[in-house]
């Protein structure tokens, strides 16, 4: 999560909503994202989208079925949506969403064997998003 915490910090440099993400297979990192909806202007240009289509090429593969991905923020309805159908083993978020998270929705949008552990380090990853909507309001 560390690591995805440094991917977070690029986005809050880079003028982006501050959420990193890496994915995992096997012990080793195979893909680093971060917001760049702005920079792409792409509004799928989510952290976990990108750490996705990033893995899926490494791996030469679509699905990550034996892959982790560790997020700053609990993903959105879309990404969640991704993270289906790309079969992830397993979901590691820090901060809930309690706005736009994909458990807002009732019904399940994770695939059935996709684990999820929620809440690791999420005071950092809340900390640098509330500062970043605190520096866009007092501009």
Not at 82 to 91: D, G, I, K, N, V
């Amino acid at each position: 999560m560390r690591e995805a915490l440094k991917e977070a910090n690029k986005a809050f440099e880079e003028g982006e909503i501050p959420v990193g993400a890496v994915v995992v297979c096997q012990n080793k990192i195979i893909a680093r994202a971060h917001n760049q909806v702005e920079r792409l202007n792409d509004a799928t240009a989510h952290a976990e989208m990108i750490a996705i289509t990033a893995a899926a090429n490494f791996l030469g593969s679509k699905y990550l079925d034996e892959c982790t991905l560790y997020v700053t923020l609990e993903p959105c309805p879309m990404c969640a949506g991704a993270l289906h159908w790309s079969q992830l083993q397993r979901l590691v978020f820090g901060a809930e969403d309690v706005q736009r998270g994909y458990q807002l929705v009732k019904s399940p949008l994770l695939h059935p064997r996709t684990e999820v552990r929620k809440g690791i380090e999420a005071e950092p990853g809340k900390a640098l998003l509330e500062q970043f909507f605190r520096n866009l309001r007092e501009k």
